[in-house]
């Protein structure tokens, strides 16, 4: 599933973060608890495997995450090149209004199915 929305935290990293959490929540009221999470943020992914320190403006938003987090059976927490992040750049860039949206897989325009069968192809870009 895919989710798109607007926010209204003044940092990238805040945004990463709160996409994490939003995607998270989304899995867990689903009861998918067998999770990868990647992401083109090499901070964010770094401060949940906890290779480096959460910044203070952060750590409520961390704390929210690190909690659903535990209630997943298994997880990984990947970074990926911007490059491999073509299907969530395709979703950022999908006009939802001032709402948000969620994406089921059978809902994917077609130019998203696209991205995601090459990936799961292993295409090399």
Same mark, same amino acid.
């Given at each position: 599933? /895919?989710? +798109?929305?607007? &926010?209204?935290?003044? #940092?990238?990293?805040? $945004? =990463?973060?709160?996409?994490?959490?939003? &995607?998270?929540?989304?899995?867990? %009221?689903?009861?998918?608890?067998?999770?990868? !999470?990647?992401?083109?943020?090499?901070? +964010? @992914?770094? !401060?949940?495997?906890? /290779?480096?320190?959460? *910044?203070? #403006?952060?750590? !409520?938003? $961390?704390?929210?995450?690190?909690?659903?987090?535990?209630?997943?059976?298994?997880? =990984?927490?990947?970074?990926?090149?911007?490059?491999?992040?073509? %299907?969530?750049?395709?979703? +950022? +860039? $999908?006009?939802? &209004?001032?709402? =948000?949206? !969620?994406?089921?897989?059978?809902?994917? *325009?077609?130019?998203?199915?696209?991205?995601?069968?090459?990936? #799961?192809? &292993?295409? @090399?870009?």
């Amino acid at each position: 599933m /895919a989710y +798109a929305g607007k &926010g209204d935290i003044n #940092s990238v990293l805040g $945004m =990463e973060l709160f996409a994490i959490l939003k &995607g998270v929540t989304f899995c867990i %009221q689903r009861t998918l608890l067998r999770v990868s !999470i990647r992401s083109d943020s090499k901070l +964010a @992914v770094d !401060i949940l495997n906890g /290779a480096v320190d959460c *910044p203070w #403006s952060m750590q !409520i938003l $961390m704390d929210r995450i690190a909690t659903l987090l535990q209630q997943l059976q298994r997880k =990984e927490i990947k970074h990926v090149w911007r490059e491999l992040n073509q %299907q969530a750049d395709f979703i +950022a +860039a $999908m006009d939802t &209004g001032d709402g =948000e949206a !969620i994406f089921y897989p059978l809902d994917f *325009p077609q130019d998203l199915v696209e991205l995601v069968k090459n990936d #799961s192809d &292993g295409k @090399v870009f």
